[in-house]
């Protein structure tokens, strides 16, 4: 017999589900919204309606530097970043009403970044729960949601569904 999923396992399966939809090569997020344990909406990394995503005009890539700090020293990384989508989480609270979202809860598959999670704590939402984590905006993102008492937390030891993962290029 098989073990009933519960309700963290279940959304979060669902958010790599609709994650799978992305045609982003270097990185697939998915994240749904959930009232109660009503889904109210699925959504995902993509470029806008009716323009030319990554897989038909390639990613769109920018150069960042980024500083790591190390024991005793600081060292800086050259790293390229997709901007041609428009963030899972974003996308989720463009065709998601305010009304609705008041009291309801995130599932994202990855833990968002400053941008995004700046504007879930402004979108009603009262918990975000993440899979994979994105250190380099952690710290203020953590912050940030414990300012707007938003419960924020990662889902430990979950799997996901199977062909639901795709490679992450950086
Ligand atoms: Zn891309
Ligand atoms: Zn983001």
New binding site residues.
Partial sequence: MIARKDWDTYFMDMAYMASTRSQCGRRH?GAVLVQGKKLLGTAY?GAPMGVPDCSEAGCMLVEEFEVVSEVGAERVIKKQRCIRTI????NLLLFTDREDREGSVVYVTDE??????NMLANSGIVEIVFHRSYPKDSEKVSALMEQRHIKFRSLIGYEPPPGTITEVHN
Avoid at 87 to 90: G, I, K, N, R, S
């Fill in positions: 997020v990394n963030h899972a989480e974003q968002p970044c400053w941008t995004c999670a």
